[in-house]
């Protein structure tokens, strides 16, 4: 059911869905004209414009769905500079994470050893300074000898 992914775009609500969550706009349009003032235009999948079972439960009884791009609930555009490397998304994590990474015996995947502990952290200042530069994080990349795993290390 769930083989493909979310690929399937609503062209009301501007959301990613599954094939089973999803009707096509089609039906609904030959339904109720006056719904296409509701609708995006936006084609995914087979180049078929689709409404999620939300929207249509909503557009069948001529209404606004409260998700609708139409209602003002769309993302906000991301703005080009946004890109933060590794070390920023974790600079900008609410929650610390301390927990132990070992390499698995086989296939170089890592895997999760004893507890993790979340620790709450406050990222108002991190914020404001990003984006940055690698030369401005001031971090050395170490490579040990043994377990020949990177361990990032913040300098004050």
Known sequence: MVSQGPVYIC??????WYRHSVLCAEKLKCFNPDIVKYLCNKVSVN???WVCRTCYDYLVKNRIPPCAVVNGMQ??????????NEL???LLAPRIA?????QAPRGKQFKLQGNVV???????NT???LPRLPTETATIKVKLKESCSL?????H
């Open 151 to 155: 361990r990032v290390q913040r300098c």
């Open 118 to 124: 979340n620790v709450p952290a406050d990222v108002t």
């Open 47 to 49: 180049d078929i414009e």
């Open 75 to 84: 993302f906000p555009e991301k703005p080009a500079f946004l890109d933060p």
């Open 88 to 90: 920023e998304w974790r």
């Open 11 to 16: 062209t009301c609500c501007d959301q990613l």
């Open 98 to 102: 301390f927990q132990k990474l070992m």
């Open 127 to 129: 914020v404001t300074m």
